[in-house]
């Protein structure tokens, strides 16, 4: 069992940046495959970000060039940092683990990932 904790949201004008961090449980966090999601109101879950065990990122399309995520094993934490934000990015956002993974492999869908953190709210104004 993993345990996520998300934190770092929260209210900030557009073009601006946030940097969220999501703290895992468990003693093999280096090999975790981790993923950022968000959903914004009324409208499902989509894919931001993923991170291999071995560092490899893949940013989808739309926040492609305004994301990167990181992770440091040393404190068990994945990092989402976003830039030039506009109003559309407003979301909770979520970070997910799977433990299992195939080489090379980025994992992109909800089904992929069996463990989620509560959500953390980013909210961008115009």
């Known amino acids: 069992q993993v345990q996520l904790v998300e934190s770092g949201g929260g209210l900030v004008q557009a073009g601006g940046s946030l940097r969220l961090s999501c703290a895992a449980s468990?003693?093999?966090?280096?090999?975790?495959?981790m993923g950022w999601f968000r959903q914004a109101p009324g409208k499902e879950r989509e894919f931001v970000a993923a991170?291999?065990?071995?560092?490899?990122?893949y940013p989808a399309a739309p926040v492609k060039g305004r994301v990167a995520i990181s992770r440091d094993n040393a404190k068990n934490t994945v990092f989402l940092q976003m830039n030039s934000l506009k109003p559309e990015d407003t979301a909770v956002y979520y970070c997910?683990?799977?433990?299992?993974?195939?080489?090379?492999?980025?994992?992109?869908?909800?089904?992929?990932?069996?463990?989620w953190g509560q959500g953390t709210q980013v909210t961008v104004s115009s």
């Open positions: 997910a683990v799977r433990t299992t993974y195939r080489m090379g492999t980025y994992y992109t869908n909800l089904s992929d990932y069996p463990y």
């Open positions: 468990g003693r093999t966090f280096s090999s975790y495959a």
């Open positions: 991170l291999t065990w071995s560092g490899n990122t």
